[in-house]
């Protein structure tokens, strides 16, 4: 009889800090989550809006009471990795919805860029 197996997902990328220092977002303390909101601590390579994603995750954490990200929702964390630019990486491109859209539903229909495009 079939079964179905449930396998975890692609774990994150470690955190790499600008001291050396390495760490996983799924084992971060709401300390070093507060450190990164405010600015003292730091990634080693860190964008202008990772410190927003940073605060939002150490608002959601102390409003959930949670002390350690471990404690938190899958889908928090993915929000967050999101945000930090730790999801899958999409440097092939990301595909056009329509085209999945018609391919989904089966319509064998041509697109052009522009509609004026077509036998004249």
């Known amino acids: 009889m079939p079964g ?4 975890d997902p692609h ?10 220092d390495t760490a ?4 971060l303390s709401v300390e070093v989550v507060r450190d990164l909101a405010v600015g003292h601590r730091r990634l080693a390579f860190e964008l202008v809006r990772d410190r927003a994603a ?5 608002e959601l954490m102390t409003a959930l009471g949670k ?3 471990s404690e938190m929702s899958n889908l928090d964390l993915e929000a967050t990795a999101a945000s930090l630019g730790l999801g899958e990486d999409i ?6 919805f329509d085209e999945g ?4 539903e089966g319509l064998d229909v ?3 860029d522009n509609p004026c495009q077509g036998d004249a």
Do not use: C, H
Not at 11 to 20: K, M, T
Not at 54 to 58: A, D, E, G, S
Not at 91 to 96: Q, T
């Open 4 to 7: 179905v197996g449930i396998v």
């Open 11 to 20: 774990p994150l990328p470690p955190l790499q800090f600008e001291d050396g």
């Open 24 to 27: 996983s977002l799924e084992s």
């Open 54 to 58: 940073w605060t939002m995750l150490y």
């Open 67 to 69: 002390s350690n990200t």
């Open 91 to 96: 440097s092939g491109g990301v595909r056009s």
């Open 101 to 104: 859209w018609r391919a989904v």
């Open 110 to 112: 041509p697109m052009f």
